[in-house]
């Protein structure tokens, strides 16, 4: 089967750094997604790696080892707005075209 | 620049009613795609649509119809509404099962 694995709940200060790991096993791998969401809201995408190493987009950053079938998500100088639920996503095959396999989701709250 | 449009934001279905759910894009993106959102399950994919003409089953199709009316929209049938069917459902669109993919607001559908 196809999994995918990060932690439930994350805590952190504001102003803080914490990492966000996200562990896969998937077949026809083509990438790691990111995606927030609000409570309430819509998933909104972060970010995406397809090669090894580390993608940064302001205070976040994305990291994957292929290899290891391994990625991270870091965010950095934590605000309060940051507090949301963290997926990641793993780009497979499917048939002719391709899908998302999705993680179950990190809860982060920032706290004062 | 409206993005991802869902219709309606909430429903309240007794069992056996059906109901349609409207999803409409307007970034000319050739993929789309139905998920469902449970507490502590995740994202997962119900049907999804390669390109305009194709849809093809996900994760959890079973109770659920789709079609892809044209190359902007998708909608969802539950044709026999089930108290198992009560979820946020989600619409998401991409250029060509990339990963960047765009979501609707959703929809909050609650069977009684």
């Known amino acids: 089967g196809q999994s995918l694995e990060q932690p439930s709940e994350v805590t952190a200060v504001e102003g803080a750094i914490v990492q966000i790991n996200c562990t896969y096993q998937?077949?026809?791998?083509?990438?790691l997604s990111w995606y927030q969401q609000h409570d309430g809201g819509a998933p909104t995408f972060l970010s995406y790696n397809a090669l090894d190493g580390l993608e940064e987009t302001g205070r976040f950053s994305s990291f994957l080892s292929r290899s290891d079938s391994y990625g991270y998500l870091l965010l950095q100088e934590l605000q309060m707005k940051d507090s949301a639920s963290y997926f990641c996503?793993?780009?497979?095959?499917?048939?002719?075209?391709?899908?998302?396999?999705w993680g179950l989701g990190t809860s982060l709250a920032v706290n004062p | 620049n409206a993005g991802v449009t869902q219709t309606p934001k909430f429903q309240v279905l007794k069992t056996g009613q059906s109901m349609t759910l409207q999803c409409a894009q307007d970034m000319n993106h050739n993929s789309m795609y139905w998920y469902r959102q449970d507490p502590g399950m995740g994202l997962r994919l119900i049907y999804y649509s390669a390109s305009e003409g194709t849809t093809d089953k996900g994760e959890v199709p079973n109770g659920y119809n789709v079609s892809r009316l044209n190359k902007r929209e998708f909608s969802l049938r539950l044709e026999s509404a089930a108290p198992s069917q009560t979820s946020v459902y989600f619409c998401?669109?991409?250029?060509?099962?990339?990963?960047?993919?765009?979501f609707g607001s959703g929809t909050r559908l609650t069977v009684v």
């Open positions: 998401a669109s991409s250029p060509t099962g990339e990963y960047g993919y765009t």
């Open positions: 996503a793993v780009r497979v095959n499917a048939g002719n075209n391709r899908k998302l396999i």
């Open positions: 998937t077949s026809g791998f083509y990438g």
